[in-house]
């Protein structure tokens, strides 16, 4: 089982480029694993397994081509550094850039109509892609606080929408008309997404409020010996820093575009904590393991 976590993790790591930071949050899900009975004796397989998801997601992140870095900075700019504001140019003319690339805002890298520019032109290349690498947008959002606190409660509005609407489900032969999506196993997304409040602080309180009711079972777990409490804690941790920081990366390497897709592990991490403390509530067990549980210090 300890393996197929390590096969499962990688895999997932390596599936997308985007998907290379969750190596970090599958390192903090690993800790929990060093409590397992006779882990003793397997330290050395447990400390490979995390350094194979380190180089997983180090590799993958490396392995992104320019292109395709090319077009998350150009994005980055039009969807996130331009947007939620009422005044882009004189905040991009303090970070070196031409005002004139404000008349850019909301373009896409590979537009669907005219453009008033080339994205991929030498002018474009040359006075900004070139210079709004991922140094500057972090810079430029940490003078502009209150701006990126809009875009990540715009990401906050996506969070729960699990179902890319810009693209169809059917091909062609199909017969179905255009954009058509299927509609299996959707009502607790679509609910979800209708009511859920969309405001990134809520994200925050939220994961807060599950680690620390997780780390209250961890605390007494620890103490008395045993390991639910303390693997549940760690797994808990690592699915919130999910949710906390990927909405983050998201703004800051794409802005506000295809953010369904990229934040996807969100409510996917999100659903499986509700499902997991309403499993210990209905168990009895949220706070306190059961009794069967083997003691880790018993081997």
Same mark, same amino acid.
């Given at each position: 089982?300890?393996?197929?976590?390590?096969?499962?993790?990688?895999? *997932?790591?390596?599936?997308?480029?985007? +998907?290379?930071?969750?190596?970090?949050?599958?390192?903090?899900?690993?800790?929990?694993?060093?409590?397992?009975?006779?882990?003793?004796?397997?330290? *050395? *397989?447990?400390?490979?397994?995390?350094?194979?998801?380190?180089i997983a997601g180090g590799v993958t992140y490396a392995?992104?081509?320019?292109?395709?870095?090319?077009? +998350?900075?150009?994005?980055?700019?039009?969807?996130?550094?331009?947007?939620?504001?009422?005044?882009?140019?004189?905040?991009?003319?303090?970070?070196? @850039?031409?005002?004139?690339?404000?008349?850019? /805002?909301?373009?896409?890298?590979?537009?669907?109509?005219?453009?008033?520019?080339?994205?991929?032109?030498?002018?474009?290349?040359?006075?900004?892609?070139?210079?709004?690498?991922?140094?500057?947008?972090? /810079?430029?959002?940490?003078? +502009?606080?209150?701006?990126?606190?809009? *875009?990540?409660?715009?990401?906050?509005?996506?969070?729960?929408?699990?179902?890319?609407?810009?693209?169809?489900?059917?091909?062609?032969?199909?017969?179905?008309?255009?954009?058509?999506?299927?509609?299996?196993?959707?009502?607790?997304?679509?609910?979800?997404?209708?009511?859920?409040?969309?405001?990134?602080?809520?994200?925050?309180?939220?994961?807060?409020?599950?680690?620390?009711?997780?780390?209250?079972?961890?605390?007494?777990?620890?103490?008395?010996?045993? @390991?639910?409490?303390?693997?549940?804690?760690?797994?808990?941790?690592?699915?919130?820093?999910?949710?906390?920081?990927?909405?983050?990366?998201?703004? @800051?390497?794409?802005?506000?575009?295809?953010?369904?897709?990229?934040?996807?592990?969100?409510?996917?991490?999100?659903?499986?904590?509700?499902?997991?403390?309403?499993?210990?509530?209905?168990?009895? /067990?949220?706070?306190?393991?059961?009794?069967?549980? /083997?003691?880790? +210090?018993?081997?």
């Amino acid at each position: 089982m300890v393996l197929l976590f390590f096969v499962s993790s990688i895999i *997932l790591i390596t599936n997308k480029q985007q +998907n290379a930071p969750l190596a970090l949050s599958f390192m903090v899900i690993t800790i929990g694993l060093f409590f397992l009975p006779q882990v003793r004796a397997r330290k *050395l *397989l447990l400390g490979l397994g995390m350094l194979g998801i380190l180089i997983a997601g180090g590799v993958t992140y490396a392995l992104i081509n320019t292109e395709f870095s090319t077009v +998350n900075q150009y994005q980055a700019f039009t969807h996130g550094v331009l947007m939620e504001t009422g005044d882009p140019s004189h905040k991009i003319a303090k970070g070196g @850039i031409s005002q004139q690339f404000a008349l850019m /805002r909301a373009d896409d890298y590979y537009p669907k109509t005219y453009a008033a520019v080339k994205p991929s032109g030498k002018l474009v290349t040359k006075k900004l892609t070139k210079r709004v690498g991922l140094a500057w947008v972090v /810079r430029y959002y940490a003078s +502009n606080l209150r701006q990126f606190g809009q *875009l990540l409660d715009v990401a906050a509005k996506d969070v729960m929408v699990t179902q890319v609407k810009a693209v169809g489900d059917y091909t062609k032969s199909s017969g179905a008309k255009p954009g058509t999506q299927v509609t299996y196993f959707t009502a607790f997304s679509a609910y979800m997404g209708a009511f859920f409040p969309g405001k990134f602080a809520f994200l925050c309180l939220l994961a807060i409020a599950f680690i620390a009711v997780y780390g209250v079972s961890f605390y007494l777990d620890l103490k008395s010996g045993k @390991i639910t409490g303390i693997i549940r804690f760690f797994l808990v941790l690592g699915l919130m820093t999910m949710v906390i920081f990927v909405p983050i990366i998201s703004i @800051i390497g794409d802005g506000d575009a295809d953010l369904a897709k990229h934040l996807f592990m969100v409510p996917l991490s999100l659903d499986l904590v509700i499902i997991q403390f309403i499993a210990d509530i209905l168990h009895h /067990r949220l706070w306190q393991s059961s009794t069967e549980s /083997r003691d880790w +210090n018993e081997k």
